[in-house]
């Protein structure tokens, strides 16, 4: 993106994605998707989860900030993420299938303190597909995802 971000209009910022914007802001290189981990790709996808999940809790209304945490940490901990996993699987391209498997399959050097190794292993997984996502500008696709996974998710329960 060779126009700075100050020399832009607001219909040009608005027609970009928050990623690419962030990018033309503090003038980063692109690099090239292939070459991150998927713990890195996981470490930026906890993240965005986490960001769309607080963004709806907030967006229902205003509510006590404890109410909200333990709302947001019932839907972003490694169980609810194997559940939004199964949810979803049947809707991922190969190669969405590809980046989950390689967050999947990373061995981490931590765990989580309340998930089994298999629930850990595949929310990670969902974090690595959603920062590929994200890393790749396809917001869109990310809240098609989540917004499929939750609504299967809240018919279960």
Same mark, same amino acid.
């Given at each position: 993106? #060779?126009?700075?971000?100050?020399?832009?209009?607001?219909?040009?910022?608005? #027609?970009?994605?928050?990623?690419?914007?962030?990018?033309? =802001?503090?003038?980063?290189? #692109?690099?090239?998707?292939?070459?991150?981990?998927?713990?890195?790709?996981?470490?930026?996808?906890?993240?965005?989860?986490?960001?769309?999940?607080?963004?709806?809790?907030?967006?229902?209304?205003? $509510?006590?900030?404890? *109410?909200?945490?333990?709302? =947001?940490?019932?839907?972003?901990? $490694?169980?609810?993420?194997?559940?939004?996993?199964? =949810?979803? *699987?049947? #809707?991922?391209?190969?190669?969405?299938?590809?980046?989950?498997?390689?967050?999947?399959?990373?061995?981490?050097?931590?765990? $989580?303190?309340?998930?089994?190794?298999?629930?850990?292993?595949? =929310?990670?997984?969902?974090?690595?597909?959603?920062?590929?996502?994200?890393?790749?500008?396809?917001?869109?696709?990310?809240?098609?995802?989540?917004?499929?996974?939750?609504?299967?998710?809240?018919?279960?329960?």
């Amino acid at each position: 993106m #060779e126009e700075s971000v100050n020399s832009m209009n607001e219909s040009a910022i608005a #027609e970009i994605s928050f990623a690419t914007y962030l990018r033309s =802001a503090f003038q980063l290189e #692109e690099v090239d998707i292939k070459t991150y981990s998927p713990l890195t790709l996981a470490y930026i996808g906890d993240s965005i989860y986490d960001v769309i999940i607080r963004t709806l809790l907030v967006e229902k209304g205003n $509510a006590p900030v404890q *109410k909200l945490h333990k709302r =947001a940490s019932s839907l972003v901990k $490694a169980s609810a993420q194997v559940a939004m996993f199964h =949810a979803i *699987k049947d #809707e991922l391209t190969e190669q969405e299938m590809g980046y989950y498997k390689r967050g999947r399959n990373a061995k981490s050097f931590t765990s $989580a303190k309340n998930a089994t190794i298999t629930d850990y292993r595949t =929310a990670t997984g969902i974090e690595a597909l959603v920062g590929y996502l994200y890393l790749t500008d396809q917001m869109p696709r990310i809240i098609g995802l989540m917004k499929l996974g939750l609504s299967l998710m809240e018919e279960v329960k």
